[in-house]
């Protein structure tokens, strides 16, 4: 079994930054792509950012020059800094992670979501 656990979400005005946080644990061979979606009331759930696990990095275009993902291999954590926040950033934000078990099996994992609230 594999568990992801996100931190790092709260409220903050416009202009503030927050530093969300994902880390899997449990039984994991290895981790592929980590990414993080975000869904807003009334809207799908969409991309912000996503890793490889080469480092390959990108961004929706909303976020971009605002937002930067990471990841530490060593942590299994991936990480998205979130700078000059906007109202229209207020969702809740999913990480995402791809993992190869130690039975080799490759599944998408979900985190539960943390809240973000970007008050004007």
């Known amino acids: 079994q594999v568990q992801l656990v996100e931190s790092g979400g709260g409220s903050v005005q416009a202009g503030g930054s927050l530093r969300l946080s994902c880390a899997a644990s449990?039984?994991?061979?290895?981790?592929?792509?980590m990414g993080w979606y975000r869904q807003a009331p009334g809207n799908q759930r969409a991309l912000v950012a996503a890793?490889?696990?080469?480092?390959?990095?990108n961004y929706a275009d909303s976020v971009k020059g605002r937002f930067t993902i990471s990841r530490d291999n060593y942590k299994n954590t991936v990480y998205l800094q979130m700078n000059s926040l906007k109202p229209e950033d207020t969702a809740v934000y999913y990480c995402?992670?791809?993992?190869?078990?130690?039975?080799?099996?490759?599944?998408?994992?979900w985190g539960k979501g943390t809240l973000v609230t970007v008050s004007s």
């Open positions: 995402n992670v791809r993992i190869m078990t130690t039975s080799l099996n490759v599944m998408d994992h």
């Open positions: 449990g039984s994991i061979f290895s981790i592929n792509d």
């Open positions: 890793v490889t696990s080469g480092g390959r990095t």
